[in-house]
DNA sequence: ACAGGAAATGAACATTGTTCAAGGTCTATT
DNA sequence: AATAGACCTTGAACAATGTTCATTTCCTGT
């Protein structure tokens, strides 16, 4: 008994995802996943139709994984009954940092990989699941005491998170030795603490005071 | 008389830059070069060892310009009196999005190319000239009176300034239309806001005051 | 048992990075 | 001016890779 197309597609996303992790999107070869799935390269091709697929599926499936870790986060928080905002902001940028050093080699890629596709048109999977993880920065905002119109609490979230994306991909740009994961921290705490302090002051509307101090 | 090695040198890298910037990283080929510059293949890796040294060399270029754009950028301001950090923030920032814009394939190209070197050991010329940039959003900070050491102060500068390049690189994942830039620039303003009126009310020292209101 | 189709195969092709032996060019010295 | 020696240029050749497709193999329903 041989396995299921779908079972071979699910060890073929396996096996690209280790070594995506291991050597980024140059170490995606077919032959290897060939070689290392049992099958012939012609049947790589027929399970998938070319190498950008593979990569883009092994995409989704880290997406998937990091939404999922980001709500189990917040559910843990919710469970503990902890409301407060910086508390709660800290936790699921804790979650995403844990989540990109686990996996050093893939997460660079799916950056990169999101970048190439950049020509191509109109919104797709992708998106949705960036804007759900914008959505559980925003439902964690709405808790917050802000005077924020729904409009206005979307965009802060999403300055807020792709700010906390920055600080990270620029952090491990150099080696990931722990002085750097300590260095990313300390940024990530210095930020979160002076954003939510910035909302409790009105600094969202900073533009509409420019000289009044 | 043909062209001196310095002077091909520079011709092959304004070839490359135009080949990054129109197609990515994958456009950057020796055999196209070689074309392109009258030479022959062999020739190319004469001047260069590999292609990969021919990346680093027009990512150096860039990075030089972002740093004189940055900084001419600060110069004009200070020649205009403009003393208020949230200005002088935003119109970095604006320099920022304003270089991004004029390098759509090369610029992505210097962040998929730095994040491939995360493998070899210690800094080199390029956190040079990233410190660079992160010391002159910190000289900025310091004409704030915002009650930071020079430690404190640099964290703030390098939060601040990878959370703008977080927020410009998350926005260009997708189609880089006007709406895009629009939002962009939202998130922009909003974070530099909240960011600086965090600051003035000692959010960067949140931590030491967890449940303290 | 067998026909028909679906799936797997791997040889073959095109494209690429990179090397290198052969030949060419220039410069300084006699 | 002639020549030796260092340097440069060339482009053919090699290896690695993505992708295709005619052929073979396998399975399934009758």
């Known amino acids: 008994m041989a396995l299921d197309k779908e079972e071979m597609s ?4 396996a096996i690209a995802e280790a070594l ?28 998938f139709a070319d190498l950008d697929e593979v990569h883009r599926a092994v995409n989704m499936r880290l997406l998937d994984r990091l939404g999922a870790t980001g709500i189990a986060a917040m559910a843990d928080l919710e469970r503990q009954g902890v409301t407060d905002v910086r508390h709660r902001i800290l936790a699921m940028a804790a ?15 799916v950056l990169a990989f999101n970048r190439r ?16 993880l914008f959505d559980i920065v925003a439902g964690v905002l709405k808790a917050g005491d802000f005077d924020l119109d ?11 998170w792709s700010s906390v994306h920055g600080i ?7 080696n990931s030795n722990s002085r750097q994961a300590e260095e990313i921290w300390h940024q990530i705490e210095l930020l979160v603490g002076v954003f939510v ?16 101090e």
């Open 117 to 132: 596709r950049a020509t191509q048109p109109g919104p797709d999977a992708y998106d949705a699941l960036l804007d759900a």
């Open 168 to 174: 990270v991909t620029s952090g491990y740009v150099a």
């Open 10 to 13: 699910e060890k073929v996303l």
């Open 95 to 109: 979650a995403y940092v844990r989540f990109v050093e686990a996996h050093p080699g893939s997460w660079p890629a």
């Open 150 to 160: 729904d409009d206005r609490r979307a965009l802060a979230a999403r300055a807020l």
């Open 20 to 47: 995506l992790n291991e050597g980024g999107a140059d170490n995606l070869k077919a032959r290897t996943i060939a070689e290392q799935a049992g099958i012939s390269v012609g049947s790589v091709y027929n399970l």
């Open 197 to 212: 302090k910035g909302l409790e002051h009105g600094g969202a509307f900073a533009h509409a005071e420019t000289k009044s």
